[in-house]
């Protein structure tokens, strides 16, 4: 009979991701090798895309803002035993109270509007994540499901605001009215020539800042104890009086705000307007993040940058290796998400068997 131990702390949250996409590179790789490509080469060119080079740099960090938000947006609900599936809409309906206050105060300096477009998307992410928070305290509705219907909800609520009521008369694209330069959030290429041409700003420093709120507040408050004892067991969370659906509606609430802050980057940072699927799937990115980061900051950090050097690896990719195709590309993004996401757990029996193998003394049976 087989013998299994736990896994070191450091095994299960460094070694076991860092095999997992390693192994989704290998497979990755025989893709690659299958239309004749040298799958180095592939990985050199990713890399350099990614790292090498400042405006690469800044789009890597980019990126790594949007699913930093969205990553700890799942993992803060997740401390609390709820799966939320929804910072794709609530990131998207977040980008609606960004747009109205950036326009309502257009033209106010980037230093005031920056503040109110946290606050103002903060809360509308809130409220759309209230709403499935809400109906799993009080009705009992699944949380999973009602984030993700929530998800089509805003898609289609959006595309209506949108191309209805904020479409400015003659203008041919879906698009908002456009956020005058000074109240924009500005691009750190404006204090650092190394991320010139790129659209990395001001808000990477808040996703830097948020990663620190929410350790303090899971490991560090009353609150965030509340959270875990609710999450990991229920029933002495009643006994110990607290209150499960004020604390899920809680919960999820910041959740949503923190989903909500893709939105200020990108709408207040990058496009200057609101656009039609701004958010472009990185709400649904963030749940691979969180499930990769063990709902850990510090891993949420590292799997942010880590499929942020994805995303723009993979467009220095597609440009200097024609032979290798987007749809290619997106399947190797795919494998990683796979390997650390869904089948993240793959590789833990075999290492539990392994350890336990060392760790049997000598002479046993």
Known sequence: MSVRVPLPRWVDVALLPVLNVVLAFLIGGLIVLSVGQNPLDAVGYMIYGAFGYGSGFGYTLYYTTDFIFAGLAVSLAFHAGMFNIGPEGQAYVAGLGVIIVALLFNGLHWALMF?????????????????????????????????????????????????????????????????????????????????KNSPVNLTFLLAIVALFFVYWLVWRTKFGYAMRTLGRNPT?????GI???????????????????????????????????????????????????????????????????????????????????????????????????????????????????????????
């Open 243 to 365: 209150s499960s659906s004020r604390m899920i509606m809680t919960t999820m609430a910041l959740s949503g705000a923190l989903a909500a802050m893709v939105a200020v980057n990108n709408v207040g940072g990058v496009q200057g307007r609101l656009i039609l699927n701004f958010v472009a799937g990185a709400g649904f990115v963030g749940v691979a993040v969180a499930f990769m980061g063990k709902a850990h900051p510090v891993g949420v950090a590292l799997a942010s940058l880590l499929f942020g050097a994805l995303y723009q690896g993979g467009q220095e990719l597609a440009f200097s290796m024609p032979g290798i195709t987007r749809e290619m590309i997106v399947t190797i993004q795919a494998l990683v998400i796979l390997f650390t996401g869904a089948m993240g757990d793959m590789l833990r029996i075999p290492l539990e068997k392994l350890f336990a193998r060392w760790q049997r003394p000598a002479g046993g049976g």
């Open 236 to 240: 002495a969370a009643r006994y110990a």
């Open 115 to 195: 503040p109110l477009m946290i606050i103002a998307g903060g809360l509308f992410g809130a409220f759309w994540a209230f709403i499935p928070g809400y109906l799993q305290a009080k009705r009992g509705s699944h949380i999973v499901i009602t984030t993700i219907l929530f998800n089509f909800i805003a898609i289609s609520l959006m595309g209506y605001v949108i191309t209805k009521i904020l479409k400015p008369a003659g203008v041919d694209s879906d698009e908002s009215a456009p956020i005058q330069a000074i109240s924009r959030v500005p691009q750190l290429r404006e204090f650092l020539a190394l991320f």
